[in-house]
């Protein structure tokens, strides 16, 4: 059973937000009003380059 955790940020963002997991060998990302929709698994190298990315807010767009 993968365990996810929400955003604290989404209260701020008006529950936009996402929910994380940490896989075995990933990083889960899901939107939090969609959990069903599925989820995007990233390795935790290319995790820490998207959320270094997000922070700076140069994420392509």
Do not use: N, Y
């Amino acid at each position: 059973m993968i365990t996810w955790r929400k955003s604290t940020h989404g209260d701020e963002a008006g529950g936009q937000c996402v929910e994380l997991a940490a896989l075995t060998r990933a990083v889960a990302i899901r939107d939090s009003k969609a959990p069903d929709a599925g989820h995007l698994a990233l390795a935790p190298d290319a995790f820490a380059d998207f959320l270094a990315h997000a922070k700076q807010d140069s994420l392509p767009r």
